[in-house]
Structures are given as structure tokens and as C-alpha cells.
């Protein structure tokens, strides 16, 4: 995987989401992670690096599990004539589906966008509580 790859999504991510600095940002031990414009990006947005210790394959398991989930819900039933055609097949699966529609057990089957807009809530309302 090509550092570009890695940095492109990140700043995608970085653009949607605007984290506040101190995000806290896991990955494995891969080049294009340890590589000095990877770092350069994470430190310009105030983005703190933790990567798995060698040979601790748990240490990413819940991204294993994504990719597994996206290979056998999608990528596994399509043939892709191109790189484009995968490209928006994998980020419709992602942002339409996955992240929008999908339950998640582990989120009292709610979907990612659902569960995140309910803890929101609930710490708006204990702000207003404490007030």
C-alpha cells in the first residue's frame, strides 16, 4: 500500500470529520505508517500516533474484522472492471451503507452514524443537566 493511499483517506477523514487535536490515531506497524510524511501529516493536525507492537495481531482486530465484513458482504460478490468501478462500489458500501443503514451489534444494533448521534445527545443533555 502506497503512503499516498494511507495519507489521501486520512485527510478525507480528517476533512469530514474535523477531529480535535489528541485524536488518537492506531495503526500497524506498515511503512507508509512509520514513513516521515505519514508523521508529517498527523503531527500538522495535532494527531497522535500508536501502533501495534511487532507481532501483536489482536492489537487490530477491529479493523480485520471491517475488511473481512466489506470482502463478504460486497467485494466478493462484484467483478470490478475497473479501479473506479471499485472505488465507488467500496464507498458506497462504506458511507451509504455501512456506516448509515448496517446495525452493529456492538452499538445496540444501531448503525455507526446512529449510535454516534445518540451518545451526542445523551452528552448534551448531562451538559445541560450539570448546568
Not at 493511499?5 to 480535535?20: E, G
Not at 490515531?25 to 494527531?47: F, N, P, V
Amino acid at each position: 500500500m502506497k503512503v499516498s493511499l494511507v495519507n489521501d483517506a486520512l485527510l478525507m477523514a480528517i476533512k469530514q470529520r474535523k477531529p480535535q487535536a489528541g485524536l488518537i490515531w492506531h495503526t500497524d506497524r506498515g511503512s507508509q505508517y512509520a514513513s516521515y510524511a505519514h508523521k508529517d501529516l498527523l503531527e500538522q493536525h495535532g494527531i497522535i500516533q500508536s501502533m501495534s507492537r511487532k507481532g501483536n495481531c489482536w492489537d487490530n482486530a477491529v479493523a480485520e474484522s471491517f475488511f473481512h465484513t466489506l470482502k463478504t458482504e460486497l467485494v466478493y460478490h462484484e467483478i470490478y472492471e475497473t479501479k473506479s468501478q471499485a472505488n465507488q462500489s467500496i464507498f458506497e458500501y462504506i458511507e451509504v451503507f455501512y456506516n448509515r443503514q448496517r446495525s452493529h451489534s456492538a452499538n445496540n444494533n444501531l448503525s455507526p452514524v446512529e449510535f454516534e448521534n445518540k451518545m451526542a445527545h445523551e452528552k448534551m443533555l448531562q451538559r445541560e443537566t450539570a448546568a
